[in-house]
């Protein structure tokens, strides 16, 4: 009797893709560019002893130096009936390869991965026809084509479904998004209409949904749609706070927040689920452009506060998305121990702000601006006389810092220790971001203006 598929999308599947591509990942980064191909075997842990009596599989992973630097990273994979216990791993690499096609690598070999696993789950509970699509797959590319069939057969739904599912997380990006990428990806290399498109985008969001019911969350409809369960718990804590409370703090605060966010691009905080936070870059549409605030009310256009605030935003955090900057700003964080506690340490930093606003002053601000979070530290910013490059005017505030806080062990611009306070610079760079004032924090408390 076929057993149902595991539903937990954190599941040993997840984590062995990960972990095998990290492996194959390493390995690909000591090889000479100059080799035409390299092959190499991975061992996986099952965790259990298979149907085929085997407690570990193996991966053959080949790899394809292409002499065109222009050439695209591709993998493909297969699992063979004769052989289940055996993966077969292709990666085609361009003549250029080096640290910048790293990360793009990792995430489509562990997706491969991941996809292949899941065939050879299928085949582990007896799903019908798990084995089939392989062989259909083989001998559509050697005669040249792929039809929509392919794609719409159920096991090679659930596997791209799976391995997509994986790649949206690992890269933060909205699954819709990737589904996008992959239509047009198809339609292009396999001729697929558009048509028979829509056809397969369809087979899968009702298998994502199905198998991942958390994941519509990434992928909100427009609210007259949703179930908005504003009494559910957002944040647990030393505070507990609703969707229903973080919406009427937003509410009441918009207008005090709104000039910090106006036209800029932002990163927003979103609590899926209790005390589950996700950072996002991009917004929703399969542009996949970066979010950008233009307006205060829109409660389904994106560029909107109203948006955000409406589909459980609980930080926003203006980003420098140029190379050169108007403001300068710190952090202080406080790493607390039994001796050196949190009123302690919070009542040094107050004290270290004269001496902090002077090095602030030596770089040109005429006035220090001092937020209070979430009362395990402070931030200082202030606007600069002109803009200036960031990277440099980085390293010059840090060397000013270490100077000025020589004669202090409490205080350090590197790693902290516990009962040490660290003066964090490393947010303050190229696409680095600051939370805006009144914004509210993952504690449920908001930066708030003080003075000290």
């Given at each position: 009797m076929t057993r149902r598929f595991e539903k937990n999308p954190y599941s040993w599947r997840d984590v062995t893709a990960r972990k095998a591509a990290g492996d194959i990942l390493r390995w690909i980064k000591k090889l000479h560019p100059k080799m035409y191909r390299a092959e190499r075997w991975f061992e996986i842990d099952?965790?259990?002893?298979?149907?085929?009596?085997?407690?570990?599989?193996?991966?053959?992973?080949?790899?394809?130096?292409?002499?065109?630097?222009?050439?695209?990273?591709?993998?493909?994979?297969?699992v063979w009936a004769k052989e289940p216990e055996i993966m077969r791993v292709k990666i085609f690499l361009p003549d250029d390869f080096g640290p910048k096609y790293h990360e793009e690598l990792f995430i489509k070999v562990m997706g491969t991965i991941k996809h292949e696993l899941e065939h050879w789950y299928q085949i582990e509970i007896g799903r019908p026809g798990a084995l089939q699509s392989e062989y259909v797959t083989l001998q559509s590319?050697?005669?040249?084509?792929?039809?929509?069939?392919?794609?719409?057969?159920?096991?090679?739904?659930?596997?791209?479904?799976?391995?997509?599912?994986?790649?949206?997380?690992?890269?933060?990006?909205?699954?819709?998004?990737?589904?996008?990428?992959?239509?047009?990806?198809?339609?292009?290399?396999?001729?697929?209409?558009?048509?028979?498109?829509r056809r397969i985008l369809l087979a899968w969001t009702k298998e994502l949904t199905k198998r991942y019911p958390q994941a519509p969350t990434l992928n909100p409809q427009p609210l007259s749609k949703r179930d908005r369960g504003w009494n559910e718990l957002l944040i647990d804590g030393k505070k507990k706070l609703t969707r229903r409370q973080v919406l009427n703090y937003y509410k009441d605060n918009a207008r005090k927040i709104w000039p910090y966010l106006k036209g800029q691009t932002v990163v927003v905080v979103l609590a899926p689920q209790k005390n589950k936070f996700v950072s996002r870059r991009n917004g929703y549409k399969d542009d996949g452009k970066s979010i950008r605030l233009t307006k205060l009310k829109g409660i389904d256009d994106e560029s909107s506060l109203e948006f955000w605030i409406m589909r459980r935003a609980i930080e926003f955090r203006p980003v420098l998305t140029t190379k050169t900057t108007p403001l300068l700003w710190l952090d202080l964080d406080m790493h607390t121990t039994p001796r050196a506690k949190r009123s302690r340490l919070l009542s040094k930093m107050k004290k270290a702000s004269r001496k902090i606003k002077k090095v602030f002053h030596e770089f040109g601000v005429r006035r220090v601006h001092v937020?209070?979070?979430?009362?395990?530290?402070?931030?200082?910013?202030g606007d600069l006389p002109k803009r200036r490059n960031v990277d440099v005017l980085r390293?010059?505030?840090?060397?000013?810092?270490?100077?000025?806080?020589?004669?202090?062990?409490?205080?350090?611009?590197?790693?902290?220790?516990?009962?040490?306070?660290?003066?964090?610079?490393?947010?303050?760079?190229?696409?680095?971001?600051?939370?805006?004032?009144?914004?509210?924090?993952?504690?449920?408390?908001?930066?708030?203006?003080?003075?000290?």
């Open positions: 099952l965790r259990k002893k298979t149907s085929f009596g085997a407690t570990k599989a193996r991966i053959a992973a080949r790899v394809y130096f292409s002499e065109d630097k222009d050439s695209p990273i591709k993998t493909e994979g297969s590319e050697a005669m040249g084509h792929v039809n929509a069939s392919y794609f719409l057969q159920p096991v090679e739904v659930e596997a791209f479904v799976a391995g997509l599912y994986l790649k949206a997380k690992k890269t933060r990006r909205p699954i819709k998004v990737i589904f996008a990428e992959v239509m047009r990806k198809i339609g292009r290399e396999y001729g697929i209409s558009s048509k028979d498109q937020y209070e979070g979430d009362g395990i530290g402070l931030h200082f910013e390293k010059a505030f840090v060397k000013a810092l270490a100077k000025a806080f020589s004669d202090d062990e409490v205080f350090t611009t590197g790693l902290a220790n516990p009962g040490q306070i660290r003066l964090d610079t490393t947010t303050f760079r190229h696409m680095g971001s600051l939370r805006a004032p009144y914004s509210m924090t993952i504690t449920g408390h908001a930066k708030r203006k003080i003075t000290v």
